[in-house]
Structure formats: C-alpha cells, structure tokens
C-alpha cells in the first residue's frame, strides 16, 4: 500500500513557476514509476509526465515538454513536479500517481493516486 500526498500548488501568473511536490508513505517507492497527471474541470484527466522506477527516465506530454521537469528523491519517498513558464492553459487540478506497470500514459494503470493539488495561473 502506498500514500500520496502532493503539494505546492497555487496561483501564479503567466510565466511563472510552481514546483509540485508528492511525498509516497511506504518503503517500496522506488519499485513504482511515478506518474504527474492533470484534470481541468469539464475534461478528462491527462498524462504530464512521469520517471521511471528503474533507471530514472522521464517522458512528457507535448504539451508541457521543455517547461516541466519531474525528479525524484527515493531516498525521501519524494517525486517533484517543477513547472516553468507557464501557461493559463495549464490550470488544473495536479494529481501524482504510481504504477508498478509499463502503461505509463494511462490513469487507469495506476494503482494509487494521491488527492490532487490545485494550479491556477492567470493571464
């Protein structure tokens, strides 16, 4: 079983940053590849990005490729989103996910979920 928790969002203006944190209980974080992913109201949760558990990569939606970088910290249980230059259109609710399978686009792939932080970034 695995808890997560993510924070750091909030409002910012076009341009800025925000960096997301998502702090896993459990002592097999570094068996699950994490996953970032973003639902808008009235639309379908969507894939960011996510880094692998086995050798660190990471892979990115088009849409954020270049402005957001995922890291993780297995020694603190600890995956990061940082987001830069951002955009009105990446207002969303974030959500952090871990999978133990190779589906790494998909939410219904994922086995745990955590409650979601809130990006707002105004034009």
């Known amino acids: 079983q695995v808890q997560l928790v993510e924070s750091g969002g909030g409002l910012v203006q076009a341009g800025g940053s925000l960096r997301l944190s998502c702090a896993a209980s459990?002592?097999?974080?570094?068996?699950?590849?994490m996953g970032w992913f973003r639902q808008a109201p009235g639309k379908e949760r969507a894939f960011v990005g996510c880094?692998?558990?086995?050798?660190?990569?990471?892979y990115y939606a088009d849409s954020v490729k270049g402005r957001f970088t995922i890291s993780r910290d297995n020694g603190k249980n600890t995956v990061y989103l940082q987001m830069n230059s951002l955009k009105p259109e990446d207002t969303a609710a974030y959500y952090c996910?871990?999978?133990?399978?190779?589906?790494?686009?998909?939410?219904?792939?994922?086995?745990?979920w955590g409650q979601g932080t809130q990006v707002t970034v105004s034009s």
């Open positions: 996910a871990a999978t133990s399978l190779t589906q790494w686009t998909i939410p219904r792939f994922y086995d745990y």
């Open positions: 459990g002592r097999t974080f570094s068996s699950y590849t």
């Open positions: 880094i692998s558990r086995s050798d660190g990569k990471t």
